[in-house]
Nanobody
């Protein structure tokens, strides 16, 4: 499995960005795709995740109502739509894939496959 994240950039507070994560490998539909982020000097934190089969999603409280995860099964791609961005959303964003159970989507250690990260910078 290989993951390729893209779509990061510089945006003003209140703006929007859409990140993409392209999945290469077998059985995309069998995976949970997670988004995590890491700001300088901070630990990696959970942003959200989607179970590709069925579309069940989970989000961190800090992004609920602002971020939305979706998937395109035909393109083997997952998206993270980020609206109403805040300076505290500034981080490197990573996508990840594996098979965590529903209650553990937020556990970074349960994901074996990771993309390379894409920088999101929100200016005030």
């Amino acid at each position: 499995v290989q993951l390729q994240a893209s779509g990061g950039g510089l945006v003003q507070a209140g703006g929007s960005l859409r990140l993409s994560c392209a999945f290469s490998g077998p059985s995309f539909r069998n995976y949970v795709m997670g988004w995590f982020r890491q700001a300088p000097g901070k630990e990696r934190e959970f942003v959200g995740a989607i179970k590709v089969s069925g579309g069940t999603t989970r989000y961190a409280d800090s992004v609920k109502g602002r971020f939305t995860i979706s998937r395109d099964n035909a393109k083997n791609t997952v998206y993270l739509q980020m609206n109403s961005l805040k300076p505290e959303d500034t981080a490197v964003y990573y996508c990840a894939a594996d098979h965590p159970i529903l209650g553990a989507f937020d556990q970074a250690g349960l994901y074996r496959y990771w993309g390379q990260g894409t920088q999101v910078t929100v200016s005030s």
